[in-house]
């Protein structure tokens, strides 16, 4: 998953990636990734990069600025 990847949620929604980060789960950290929704770009969502493979499908490979 790279910076700017279009991806749609089983929702219908579109969101754009934004970095890789670290989340906290149970005390261990993973590697997560962050990401925002196409329409609301100033609020963040993070996920594990597992569980965001199995909800979203990459649409594009378009860059675009937030």
């Not at 700017?4 to 949620?9: D, V």
């Not at 089983?10 to 590697?31: F, H, P, R, S």
């Not at 925002?36 to 594009?60: A, C, G, M, Q, Y």
């Amino acid at each position: 998953m790279e910076t700017g990847e279009l991806y749609k949620h089983k929702n219908g929604n579109t969101y754009q990636i934004d970095k890789d980060c670290l989340i906290q789960i149970n005390n261990v950290w993973e590697y997560g990734i962050s990401y925002h929704n196409i329409e609301s770009p100033d609020l963040l969502f993070v996920r594990t990069i597992e569980d965001f493979k199995k909800s979203f499908k990459k649409v594009s490979n378009v860059l675009g600025n937030r």
